[in-house]
């Protein structure tokens, strides 16, 4: 694991140059790798945007979502353990305030979550971001289940048969219909069933116009897709010219260097890289029980 993570920050070092990279530096949940910067709040949860024309105000849309509770227990179980603050969510918590700092200053609302290759914590990290954003009362937070040939996010939060979110991005469902909502401020558009082709649906423009249109209505602040692995298919690459910026999960004890090179050098094409989270990885020690499936 040290040696990726070695690797990875020399790679990054040697790439400097290139404005896209390193954004957020690998960052490892369990053990946070740089200082913390502050938080620019730039929220907009009590603004309401000229022109919405269903007659219902922002805060009457947002209330007006699908809530649904989530179990802590169950949620402590899937590795999620960002609902409320305590010392296991402080990884994900500097996490989460990093990527805001990044977002914020430039502006941008769309971050992809992806990896190399599948079962690297895409969904994890992606769950838990969302909750922790969940925390922050100025800003409201979108994650999509965009891992259309896996649909994970449901069954990690504990959010029972979904519909398929194909009917959302067809715009046979709108988002009031399809979406959950947990507390005030964090909506989640979830998928209860595996597509066939997922990249004609990740590159279908009524997908592209039922984003604008949330993001129009809804306002979000972040709005995060919890996409497929690169190095598998084609419909994470087929979806990332449509955020702004992405964050690579590598597993410590699992990705080699040369397929997290690969896949950061594929999502750099499409995309902003915004940083790495370098999943697993224990300072000064093996990996735990826990992360050797033991
Ligand atoms: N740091 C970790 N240590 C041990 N298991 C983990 C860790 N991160 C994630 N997992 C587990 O690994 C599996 C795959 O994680 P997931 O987030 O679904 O990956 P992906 O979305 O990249 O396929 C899940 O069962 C998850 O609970
Ligand atoms: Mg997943």
Redesign the pocket.
Known sequence: MEKLQAAIESARRKRAGRPEAAGVPAQT??HPAAPVPAVAAAGNLAAEAPGQGDGASLQERWAALNPVTVDHARLGQ??VLSLSASAASAPFDVLRTKILYQMQQKGWRRLAIT?PL?????????CNLALGLSRQPELRSILFDF?LR?P?VAP?LGIAEPQPIVSLLTGQRDFAQHAHRIGPNLALALSGRAEPDPTQVLMATSTRDTLAQVQESYQPDVMIF?LP?ILIGDDARAFLQHVDCALI?A?ADQTRYGEFDSCEREVGEYTNVLGVVL??YRHGGGI?A??SGA
């Open positions: 949940p369990g899937q590795r990896s599948p079962k690297c914590g895409k969904t994890t990290t992606a891992d896996s994970a990690m919890d692995s999960v597993r999943n697993g735990d826990q992360d």
